[in-house]
């Protein structure tokens, strides 16, 4: 065995097994005691030492010769940054025609007055969205319940479609709606724009109606997805759940109800600490009951894919993607530097912009910490203003006390506001944290199915990333 | 409670690592005496906070001396994945 030198890695132990993780989120599993012997530099098998150089774990050199390769990799892995802020989220008005019991967002009555965006506010909030640098925008229509306002889209999309005539750039455009009231000018407006539809279904009916308040709920929704269907194209509507404290006793039921109607996958979503939400009495024991829950139904959906269904879970896909492909994600949440402000900006009802959607529902409650200025401020005095600058000192994982050494850090992210919102400082507190513990536990479940049952899950895995 | 730790086997890296996780349980006082560091655990954690200490230092140990060894090249990466320095001011480069 040759002289070699160590390449940055972290590592986990999982049920006998380590798993070597480096800087680029590449894995090698490998036996128990491995690391040490390979630190130590005591005798280990040329197999493993074939790998761990093939796999930037260790080099023979002191500068590998691959080092560039390395560097242009991890740069691959962080190119969210060079790209510009892509999702850019419209709360059109906090009016609301349910009554979710978790309501993130502190939806307000559907005849509320002065809880919408103006017009000149929308088309203040077009303009800093062509601001951003990006290739690809996304125009999300979140609420509330945005479809109460379909003039409101409609000169949205208007808006944006004429300054993309010069722009060209590449727009995707998202309705998030509970499809209660998918009338046939909002279904037009979809159509002819090319409009997908986001909705939410957080399980058979009794589960559905119990979050959502209303009796009819369920099937109004299931109606309405239906009636979007039929009209847009099965593959233009997408459906979310939240994991309400009903929902936790329910995984397979769930996973059940999204195959039977016509779902090939869906997100497993914690419920977030905000709104109504925020009121739950016991976040610790809901994050423990969640994590349980995720393991159940991920492993039933795996279960369906090894009968012949194929049935995806998007959480576990965005995990997979970051361990499996060189790619970076755009989801948010799990993002270094965070996805607020560099993925995601929100232009809200209110006249003004902020930094991610929690932040506009903290807003809510009299917190305004993350509001970034007003819709008619210059895209550069918002994005490049003191209020941003002392975020960024804050907001990768890098640097963070408790995420900088983490084994997973690479599969992770930073989340300045959830950090404010539940720990009261924006650099917060890991080992208190539960967005630390519940990622943790899921990103390590993940990696010990792969390093457990490898023949197993990894056709499926490569399935989802297809 | 007091737990003898010794700085010339465990770094100061290490020992503070370990109490920043395990401080969120117990509260932990400490104060260095020469080569050693005393550990007052003022919440009473018993022989099983011994236990997890330990077990805690002994794994920072190891990912402490690949933290320290590939520092360096760890800098060279990034600096080569992500230097732009042409564009930063001398003020903005030492912020």
Known sequence: MKKYALLPFNFIETDGKEVLINELGDMLVVGVGSVEKIVKRLPIDDDLYKSLVANFFITENPLPPLLDVYASRLKLKKGFMDDGTALHIFVLTLRCNQNCTYCQATSRDENAQRCSMTKEMMANAVNLMFHSPSKHLTMEFQGGEPSLEPDLIKYGIEKAEAINLTEKRKITYVLCTNCRNLTSEVLEICKKYNVQISTSLDGPDFIHNANRGKADSYQKTISGINKARNFLGKEKVAALMTTSELSLNYPKEIVDEYVKNGFDGMFLRALNPYGLASENDDWRRYNERFINFYKTALNYIIELNQNGTFFREEYATIILRKILTPYTTGFVDLQSPAGIINSVLIYNYDGYVYASDESRMLAEKGDYTFRLGKLSDKYEDIIYGEKVRRIAKIWSNEVLAGCSNCPVRVYCGADPVRNHSTQGDMYGFRPSSLFCKKNKAIIEYIISLIAHRENEVMPIFKSWLR | ?95
């Open chain 2, 1 to 95: 409670m007091t737990i003898t730790v010794d700085r010339r086997i465990y770094s100061d890296k290490c020992i503070s690592d370990v109490v920043y996780w395990l401080s969120y349980c117990y509260t932990l006082e400490r104060t260095i005496d020469g080569d050693f560091e005393k550990i007052t655990v003022t919440s009473d954690g018993g022989e099983k906070f011994r236990t997890e200490f330990f077990r805690r230092l002994n794994d920072c140990k190891l990912r402490s001396i690949i933290e320290t060894e590939t520092k360096d090249i760890r800098t060279i990466l990034y600096a080569k994945a992500f230097g732009d320095f042409d564009c930063l001011t001398a003020e903005e480069a030492t912020e």
